[in-house]
DNA sequence: AGGTATTTCATACTTTAGTATGACAACGAC
DNA sequence: GTCGTTGTCATACTAAAGTATGAAATACCT
């Protein structure tokens, strides 16, 4: 924003000056008021619209560089640390997420289904939820499962 | 862009128009010449910057509903049409994600739990999932939750 | 006006999720 | 060797989720 305002203040300078050294030519002469006038309204036309687009290409830029670096389906372990859970129940946790049922769990992990439950409980409790949808949510605020 | 230049050409039009009534008075008057070239190119620059300002906000609107560039957070509105849920259902849907029970879902939208059940079914056979977990999970890949 | 889709609700039912409790084995720390 | 942690499993129970079916009101479209 402010390189637009210098832009533009440099540039109405320049045409002032401009005119200062040659309005003695410019009336005299046979170049129409019209003319000048069309002419200055085209330029400063484009002007701004050179601006504008620099702007938002900038603003565009900055956009998508803030977005680069939150690197998705990158898990935090220091998060992961945070929330107390152990190595089993972030493998529960992740599979959980991704939509599986107790059972299908269980069959993953060659387990039986109460020990899933068991750590269901378990990582319900150390993320404070109520339910799994609850702790999916939490989970992935946490940036704990991908 | 079409509307660009005919706007563009429309002004330019009005105020040669403009000067070519008032073009004596303009002249003989005490009005300096740098002074109207200054408030031509003021408005035209501000012109210039509108247009573009008023092009990109277009363009960044098909862009959306296009399906291109949307970034996290943004819902899908295209993808949403794909699937073919209600706007109650998506409603539903949403709630569910947030990780809320049919219960909290039936107290935030002062509904019954029968309903809720209703919906939260519809959503289930339009995502193809068996469970709620797993509707969340498909939900986030279509991006028609936040 | 009549057909269609949406939204709402209910009842009855089955399945899955979640809790509480207890138990046992393995592993590492002190 | 004892203690705490982790991981496993079971039983019994409660709570929530999900299915199937029917029904009625509203709204929208032609």
Redesign the interface.
């Known amino acids: 924003m402010r390189s637009i305002i210098i832009g ?1 203040g440099l ?2 300078l320049c ?2 000056i401009l ?2 050294i040659g ?1 003695v030519n ?2 005299k002469g046979n170049v129409k ?2 003319v ?3 002419i ?14 620099q702007s ?1 290409k900038k603003a565009a830029a900055e ?1 998508l560089s803030s ?1 680069q670096f939150t690197d998705e389906n990158q898990i935090d372990y220091d998060q992961l640390k945070r929330t107390g859970l152990t190595q089993r129940e972030h493998e529960v946790l992740i599979k ?6 107790n059972q299908e769990i269980a069959n993953e992990l060659y387990l039986s289904e109460s020990t899933i439950k068991t750590h269901v409980s378990n990582i319900l409790f150390k993320l404070d ?10 989970a992935k605020q946490l940036k704990i499962v991908p």
Do not use: D, H, P, W
Request: no cysteine.
């Open positions: 533009f540039l109405i045409l002032l005119f200062q309005e410019f009336i008021l019209e000048i006038v069309a200055v309204a085209f330029i400063f036309f484009f002007v701004g619209l050179y601006f504008n687009y938002q956009k977005n959980m997420a991704k939509g599986l049922s939820a109520k339910r799994r949808t609850q702790a999916i949510q939490a």
